[in-house]
């Protein structure tokens, strides 16, 4: 199955889940997918037999309502059954609307109020360099987040500690709960803003799983790694694309009937 085949397939496994439970985010789900197949199934030093394994790479999902994109990911690589995903948002379910890594194998961390997910791959990678580990930790920030101040304390902490062992990277996709960025809170050049404050910074389109690879890969010293991916809320999906209400709105029969057959095309 070539990327583009298994990026309709986890995106077919992420609306279903969504639909059951009538309930989510499908918007920032959808734009996040490519991202998480290029650290997953390309980058990531990962090993779902052994989910705690004390050397194995940490993933931050720090826009952790995207989280069903993560679980389909998660699933299709062994971490759990994949019939756990019919479960998601279910009383007593492993699988919750936000990552909970007491929970579910293969979650790192707990995440969920915006901002606090960069904030906590920062305390990891500084734990890392404390021990001398060579693990590598990455988080997925929302732009929309990227609102929140202790953002930017958090990259202010990441490039005064020289934490070449993270990597932040940016779901652009522009649009949030609200409205898009521009009308919320206009966030200016995103780029050029995590460049002053010190981090190498690469520029990509989010949909791209090669372009992506190459930048996770791309050699940083004495610094972190930013990689802008220019994505669109509500990828693959005709009536979601690049549209705000489709952040956290459940689908009816006929949209999720629909939603299938684009994807099956």
């Given amino acids: 199955m070539n990327n583009e085949e298994k990026a309709k397939e986890l995106r077919k496994e992420t609306l279903k889940m969504l ?10 789900s959808l734009s996040s997918i490519e991202m998480l197949m290029a650290l997953y199934y390309n980058v990531m030093n990962i090993d779902p037999q052994n989910p705690q394994k004390e050397d194995r790479d940490r993933f931050v999902l720090s826009k952790g309502h995207a989280c069903p994109a993560l679980y389909a990911i998660l699933a299709d690589l062994g971490y759990f059954p994949r019939e756990d995903l019919a479960t998601l948002r279910q009383i007593n379910s492993h699988l919750q609307g936000h990552p909970d890594c007491n929970k579910t194998p293969g979650i790192d961390m707990n995440t969920g109020s915006l901002g606090q997910g960069i904030s906590l791959a920062v305390g990891l990678a500084l ?9 590598k930790v ?6 929309g987040e990227c609102q929140e101040g202790l953002v930017w304390e958090a990259a202010m902490s990441a490039a005064h500690y020289k934490l070449d062992n993270l990597t932040v990277m940016l779901d652009y996709n522009k649009l949030q709960i609200d409205g898009s960025n ?7 050049n995103i780029t050029e803003k995590f460049r002053a404050f010190g981090f190498e910074c690469f520029e990509v389109d989010g949909h791209n799983i090669n372009q992506i690879i190459e930048a996770l890969k791309n050699p940083v010293k004495d610094k972190p790694k930013f990689i802008c991916c220019d994505t669109v809320k509500g990828k693959g999906i005709s009536f979601m694309e690049n549209q705000v209400g489709w952040h956290g709105k459940p689908m009816n029969e006929e949209q999720f009937d629909k939603a299938m057959k684009e994807l099956e095309a």
Avoid at 19 to 28: E, L, N, V
């Fill in 182 to 188: 521009s009308q919320v809170m206009n966030l200016g």
């Fill in 127 to 135: 734990a890392a360099k404390h021990k001398k580990a060579k693990y």
């Fill in 138 to 143: 990455y988080t997925i920030v929302g732009d």
């Fill in 19 to 28: 639909y059951k439970c009538q309930s989510g985010h499908p918007g920032g």
